[in-house]
């Protein structure tokens, strides 16, 4: 919408319109001009005048014929008009009532009045506008696939939009009167990642981005919703204008993808390693009936099975469109022999487990090929940040309430900077700098462990060993 208030001033004699010009020119109006009827029509069609001044007395088309047609166009028909007669007779106010005239303006005409007039009516016309044009705002969020809160002091919800009543589930005006946290609790959303919640409801600029994450369960997949806080159209102090977006397609499709690329460069690497025999074999001049061949013979016969074994745990992965379609849950009685085997593929000399008791015979609500990737993913961090890229890893589960259970993993690496603690879990951000000087992959694998947590219900914690040096990743996750 334009600054300025524009006039357009109708009037065949030049004494007219430079009468009006000289009034009205102090008051800071756009002023445009026409000599005639269709010059008229022209210039209000093209300017969409906020006001049009119009002469009744003119040659060929009269102030009245020129109102009938302003009237009749659909874009200006809105147009405020203010007809300037010398004529005072009841007739003629009765004329211009009929074709639309808004205000009479008797000439010779006080200035006061005048400008009195024209003020209120632009005021009013612009209020017109702006209420027109927050209407059709209002359709159009309500329309969105995006859902729009406006909060008061980030908790008091004062208006949702379809969108945001639908993801949210404030399907009630009762809902509504609950406040947002308070809602969203009860909706079962977990606020991720905390260190990016802690200062609400600051917009999160430069920071990690804030996400709201339903987990998923028998009948739903796991919803995630990435909240910003926009700056917001009204003046009223400790209002916010919080915006939702569904990025659960978005995490899902990333999820799957470095899920698969993990399984692929994990299993594949040891039984292709196996095959390298039969290079050896074919390379040099050794007797294939000698002791040396047949072992070589061996590995690669095994590591050949292996390899067909892991690709077809491949294409099994594939077939199932995500991890959480496997077997929904992960016997802790069955750590052990999964810890052994990742141990021995990463060639990792030293983990330990310590299991509580009073959970040895219980069940995570957690995948076993979600498990897989995460212990995986844990090692060879472990390994890649070491000095000497041998750790001493040790794992301990225990109770963390009725509901939770613990899974703590600690190294004796290099600890991480504690400024640069809080940012481990975003997507590409790359700590591997701080222990080798260096840029390596992708920068995911943390942010893919803390999606699959959160997706599942759980809490992520990343923090620096007190007792020595290395890190401790901790992931609360539900029991079944």
């Not at 969409?48 to 200006?76: N, S, T």
């Not at 397609?249 to 039969?278: C, D, Y």
């Not at 613990?406 to 700098?433: A, C, F, M």
Request: hydrophobic letters at 40%.
């Amino acid at each position: 919408m334009r600054q300025k208030n524009c006039l357009l001033i109708v009037d065949d004699d030049e004494r007219g319109r430079d009468a009006l010009s000289i009034l009205l020119a102090p008051e800071d109006y756009q002023l445009a001009f026409a000599t005639n009827g269709l010059e008229a029509l022209t210039q209000a069609t093209e300017l969409m005048p906020d006001l049009i001044l119009l002469d009744v007395m003119m040659p060929e088309m009269d102030g009245f014929e020129v109102c009938q047609h302003v009237r009749a166009h659909a874009k200006l028909a809105d147009v405020p008009i203010i007809m300037l007669t010398a004529i005072t007779d009841r007739e003629t106010r009765l004329r211009g009532i009929e074709v639309g005239a808004d205000d009479f303006i008797t000439k010779p005409f006080d200035k006061v009045e005048l400008l009195a007039r024209v003020r209120t009516i632009t005021r009013l016309n612009r209020y017109r506008r702006i209420l027109a044009e927050r209407v059709r705002f209002d359709w159009a969020v309500e329309q969105s696939n995006e859902g729009y809160l406006l909060l008061q002091n980030g908790d008091i919800i004062q208006h949702a939009n379809s969108a945001a009543r639908y993801y949210l589930g404030l399907l009630s005006e009762g809902a509504l009167q609950e406040g947002f946290f308070q809602h969203i609790e009860n909706q079962n959303f977990k606020r991720e990642p905390t260190d990016a919640w802690e200062n609400w409801p600051t917009p999160n600029v430069g920071s990690s981005p804030r996400y709201l994450v339903r987990p998923e369960t028998n009948q739903s997949l796991s919803l995630w919703l990435q909240v910003n806080i926009l700056e917001s159209p009204s003046d009223e102090q400790g209002e916010q204008l919080v915006h939702l977006c569904n990025v659960s397609e978005q995490m899902n499709l990333q999820q799957q993808m470095w899920t698969f690329q993990t399984l692929v460069s994990h299993k594949l690497r040891a039984p292709l390693n196996g095959l390298v025999g039969l290079q050896i074999l074919e390379e040099t001049q050794i007797n294939l009936d000698s002791t040396q061949a047949r072992s070589l013979l061996k590995i690669a016969r095994s590591s050949a099975k292996r390899l067909q074994d892991q690709i077809l745990d491949i294409l099994q992965y594939v077939d199932s469109s995500k991890l959480s379609q496997h077997e929904h849950l992960f016997n802790l009685s069955q750590l052990s022999t999964l810890i052994i085997e990742i141990k021995a593929e990463l060639e990792i000399e030293m983990i330990t487990l310590r299991l509580a008791d009073n959970i040895v015979d219980k069940a995570i609500a957690f995948s076993p090929q979600g498990l897989e990737l995460v212990l995986r993913e844990s090692f060879s961090n472990a390994k890649k940040f070491h000095p000497q890229h041998s750790p001493i890893i040790e794992v301990s589960v225990i109770s963390e309430n009725t509901k939770m259970v613990r899974l703590s993993i600690s190294d004796n690496g290099q600890s991480i900077p504690t400024h640069e603690l809080p940012k481990v879990w975003t997507p590409y951000y790359q700590s591997e700098k701080y222990f080798t000087g260096e840029v390596q992959g992708m920068g995911l694998g943390l942010a893919m462990i803390a999606r699959l947590v959160w997706s599942s219900g759980g809490r992520c914690h990343l923090y620096n060993r007190e007792d020595k040096s290395g890190v401790t990743m901790a992931l609360i996750l539900p029991f079944v």
